[in-house]
């Protein structure tokens, strides 16, 4: 599998500006904290189904998330594939998904990541070896961003979606390297550097919440 269309990616990020923008009152904090070139991982909190295209909308560069197969349904297959989004089968090690991600990386650009796997508490309570794995692999720093308010309360229209015109703040954090500096990827090194992402993004999500006013 070759690496995902940078072009789709990028007809992908005015497509979420428009929807975003459009629907919602998005409230970005931190955007200049994503360096504007080489390879990025962006890892995101996943409490509600719009905090994918929330990012792709409101993120400075274009962004390749990977996203699980089961979204892929119908119409929406061709199009997720056509704006450079990746299709991941949870079920056991995609091969396909692990080198187009790497691929994206390779290439300078986003990876897009929700490392809680599925959409929860949006905590970063439990979080998932793929983000160490891509970013020892990769060397690529990660940035944790914090998507608040999107799940606190049901639109009234559609409930499956946060209120029309309501305000959703969007955190991007400071860039950090997951890595040791050893360049190890043993399973321990790779062990040791989940807990330092893991402890890199709660920190960042409980420093959004206070800067929001979000409740915890």
């Given at each position: 599998?070759?690496?995902?269309?940078?072009?789709?990616?990028?007809?992908?990020?005015?497509?979420?500006?428009?929807?975003?923008?459009?629907?919602?009152?998005?409230?970005?904090?931190?955007?200049?904290?994503?360096?504007?070139?080489?390879?990025?991982?962006?890892?995101?909190?996943?409490?509600?189904?719009?905090?994918?295209?929330?990012?792709?909308?409101?993120?400075?560069?274009?962004?390749?998330?990977?996203?699980?197969?089961?979204?892929?349904?119908?119409?929406?297959?061709?199009?997720?594939?056509?704006?450079?989004?990746?299709?991941?089968?949870?079920?056991?090690?995609?091969?396909?998904?692990?080198?187009?991600?790497?691929?994206?990386?390779?290439?300078?650009?986003?990876?897009?990541?929700?490392?809680?796997?599925?959409?929860?508490?949006?905590?970063?309570?439990?979080?998932?070896?793929?983000?160490?794995?891509?970013?020892?692999?990769?060397?690529?720093?990660?940035?944790?961003?914090?998507?608040?308010?999107?799940?606190?309360?049901?639109?009234?229209?559609?409930?499956?979606?946060?209120?029309?015109?309501?305000?959703?703040?969007?955190?991007?954090?400071?860039?950090?390297?997951?890595?040791?500096?050893?360049?190890?990827?043993?399973?321990?090194?790779?062990?040791?550097?989940?807990v330092r992402i893991q402890?890199?993004?709660?920190?960042?999500?409980?420093?959004?919440?206070?800067?929001?006013?979000?409740?915890?």
């Open positions: 599998m070759t690496a995902p269309s940078a072009r789709g990616a990028a007809a992908g990020r005015r497509i979420g500006i428009g929807l975003m923008y459009g629907l919602w009152r998005p409230r970005v904090l931190g955007a200049w904290r994503v360096p504007s070139a080489g390879p990025v991982i962006l890892a995101v909190n996943h409490s509600h189904m719009v905090d994918g295209p929330m990012l792709m909308g409101t993120a400075p560069r274009p962004v390749h998330f990977l996203i699980k197969k089961e979204a892929f349904i119908g119409p929406l297959d061709p199009f997720l594939l056509g704006i450079g989004q990746l299709k991941v089968d949870r079920s056991g090690t995609d091969r396909a998904a692990v080198t187009g991600a790497l691929g994206v990386l390779e290439n300078g650009g986003v990876l897009g990541i929700f490392p809680e796997g599925t959409r929860g508490e949006g905590d970063f309570a439990s979080l998932r070896a793929g983000l160490a794995y891509f970013a020892v692999r990769s060397g690529a720093p990660i940035v944790p961003v914090a998507v608040l308010g999107s799940g606190e309360r049901p639109g009234r229209l559609f409930k499956a979606l946060p209120p029309l015109r309501g305000r959703v703040d969007v955190v991007f954090g400071e860039a950090f390297d997951a890595g040791d500096g050893s360049g190890r990827r043993t399973r321990t090194a790779l062990d040791d550097a989940t402890q890199r993004l709660t920190a960042h999500l409980e420093n959004a919440r206070r800067l929001t006013g979000r409740p915890g």
